[in-house]
């Protein structure tokens, strides 16, 4: 079983439509999540930590769940640009490297 | 620009060869990471450095996979007698002790194996 899951997607949403992805991960003693978002042919990039008691960073809106080991993004409004790989990122507490799910393509349509 | 370089940006070799990738980090960051990434896939963990000090490694990373990071700059990653199943995007980040999460990562290495 893979550490971080995620839906491969393609999630194909019109401009301005709701869409959330999920992802689960495996290790109890993981404590820090994030989600990276990585445009085609090029380098991941940091969107936003992932706080327990949830949090939003313009029309994008982190949870997570502990209990369920999930943790999920929202985006809103979608926009043209938004169209990327969304990396779900689990850090254990006892290790330095932060762990990559496979990520979730996301393709906005005007 | 004072972003991650890494140098070459592609490689191309024949297997059985040795090949060398090269890392400049951000310039005050003391936390060092190599990834590997093929298609479709996440990034997967190498080996991670905080200033000279190569203080996690990948056990899926085999015996021909070495990565020094001398005086706490710049790292080289050595990949000896290449395989076909090396054949990936390798990716350096660096970052800072905190914010926790933050890594910075350079445009990545392309190695192909024939």
Known sequence: RKEVEQDPGPFNVPEGATVAFNCTYSNSASQSFFWYRQDCRKEPKLLMSVYSSGNEDGRFTAQLNRASQYISLLIRDSKLSDSATYLCVVKVDSSYKLIFGSGTRLLVRP | ?114
């Open chain 2, 1 to 114: 620009d004072t972003g991650v370089s890494q140098n070459p940006r592609h490689k191309i070799t024949k297997r059985g060869q040795n090949v060398t990738f090269r890392c400049d980090p951000i310039s005050e960051h003391n936390r060092l990471y190599w990834y590997r990434q093929t298609l479709g896939q996440g990034p997967e963990f190498l080996t991670y450095f905080q200033n000279e000090a190569q203080l996690e490694k990948s056990r899926l990373l085999s015996d021909r996979f070495s990565a020094e990071r001398p005086k706490g700059s710049f790292s080289t990653l050595e990949i000896q007698r290449t395989e076909q199943g090396d054949s990936a995007m390798y990716l350096c980040a660096s970052s800072l002790v905190l914010p926790i999460g933050e890594l910075f990562f350079g445009e990545g290495s392309r190695l192909t194996v024939l």
